[in-house]
């Protein structure tokens, strides 16, 4: 695992091409509802003791990174676009849209206040975590 010396993002390798941002998580936040904020973090209250997890920001999203990037968070206007990686493609009623990303899938499920952060959900996240 590489960390830039720029944006201390980590990458799974030395030197890996990316675009260094100093947008923080809570720029990526202002102006958004104050049910996105908590949306977020019940899922990282939910996530952030998976080891190994490191948490950092693109110029537009949350990105969790294990080996690869495992989990983005796009705060949207009035919803967290949440997307996450598996090898296999997952039937699941929280999966609003599954798209094919070289060889894994990326599968969006979105949500707008903390309420929808549930068990379910979080054992979702799990198996994007686990597969990589």
């Not at 998580?25 to 019940?42: M, V």
């Amino acid at each position: 695992m590489w960390t830039c010396p720029n944006c201390e993002r980590n990458f799974k390798s030395t030197n890996q091409s990316h675009m260094c941002t100093d947008t923080t998580i809570d720029d990526l936040f202002a102006g958004r509802p104050d049910g996105l904020i908590l949306a977020f973090d019940a899922i990282l209250v939910g996530v952030i003791d998976w080891e190994p997890c490191s948490v950092g920001t693109s110029t537009k999203a949350i990105v969790f990174t294990k080996e690869k990037a495992w989990l983005i968070i796009r705060p949207m206007s009035k919803e967290l676009d949440i997307k996450f990686y598996h090898p296999e493609k997952i039937e699941h009623r929280l999966v609003r849209k599954t798209a094919h990303w070289g060889n894994k899938f990326a599968h969006h499920i979105r949500i707008s206040d903390e309420d929808e952060v549930t068990d379910e959900l979080i054992e979702l996240l799990r198996k994007g975590y686990d597969a990589y």
